[in-house]
């Protein structure tokens, strides 16, 4: 088992008893069942529908003061924690960025020995691993005491790519991706029956009309790594373009109708001089056909 304390994530914490329902009213996610040990994924809107923020979300312990942390970009945690600060009006809720004081450490590769508080798994995806919220100079310590071995960000970014889950600010953009884009749908971060949220009409749209025509999706490579941004071409015409990748394994934003189209006719993918080839074809195809229903 293995653990990495991750640098690129912030600690973004709301306190006060209005905390758990004012949350839920602004996000893709159902916080209400939200309790100690147990984690929902979820992403901040705008009004048009596309990502501010994406994150993870747990209960504090009552014992340990209560409230809900967010673990997020570390890059968009006091942008996050101010924006909420907006919407917040009469509400009795307190929002904090702790991220100088509280670091993320992710553990993957087996259920840990013994589990902390602030410890609770990943929902986003089987086999992607436990998240543990404990301040940074800690996660040695904490690594050793649930049975797990630190090694470098570097080994949970393979991880993490090769269980398909995209990274904001390197797989997609935020502000210019729509939560099917990145495959909030299929990674457990959007309820559908909830009530209203920001955004929530474009989402649904998206949902029933199947008009989400661009996806992530995985791929895979010989050679030389795509630089993430590059486009990705057939017959010279852009159908995606790439993001992360590690050993020979990478995520890509694609125009699955177009990628379709390709694969019926043969026509490699290209990105940069590396030929790419998509990790689940028939997948993809599922999609397409889900898409133009």
């Known amino acids: 088992m293995h653990a990495a304390l991750l640098s690129d994530r912030g600690v973004v914490k709301l306190s006060g008893e209005d905390a758990k329902a004012f949350l839920n009213g602004l996000i893709t996610a159902d916080a209400t069942g939200l309790e100690p040990g147990a984690g929902r994924f979820a992403a901040l809107l705008t009004p048009q529908g596309k990502i501010v923020a994406d994150f993870l979300i747990t209960e504090v312990p009552a014992g340990h003061g209560g409230g809900l942390l967010i673990d997020c970009s570390r890059a968009l945690a006091q942008p996050l924690a101010t924006k909420l600060g907006f919407y917040k009006l009469r509400a009795k809720v307190t929002v904090e960025n702790l991220s100088d004081s509280f670091g993320v450490l992710a553990v993957w590769g087996g259920e840990p020995a013994v589990k902390p508080d602030l410890c609770f798994p990943d929902p986003r995806a089987e086999g992607l691993g436990w998240r543990i919220l404990i301040p940074s100079e800690l996660a040695t310590k904490a690594a050793a005491l649930v049975g797990a071995t630190m090694t470098d960000e570097a080994a949970y970014e393979a991880h993490r790519i090769a269980c398909g889950v995209p990274r904001g600010g390197v797989d997609f953009n935020y502000g210019d991706a729509f939560p099917h884009e990145t ?106 056909k889900k898409t133009v229903a």
């Open 183 to 288: 495959n909030m749908d299929r990674l457990h971060g959007i309820d559908f029956d909830k009530g209203c949220y920001v955004g929530q009409e474009v989402v649904s749209r998206m949902q029933h009309r199947g008009t989400a025509r661009t996806r992530t999706v995985r791929v895979a490579f010989d050679g030389a790594a795509p630089d993430a941004s590059a486009p990705i071409l057939a017959n010279d015409k852009q159908v995606g373009t790439m993001g992360s990748s590690a050993n020979s394994i990478g995520l890509a934003t694609m125009r699955i109708d177009k990628v379709a189209d390709a694969l019926d006719a043969n026509t490699p993918l290209v990105a940069g001089t590396t030929t790419i080839h998509l990790a689940d074809p028939d997948a993809v195809r599922g999609l397409q």
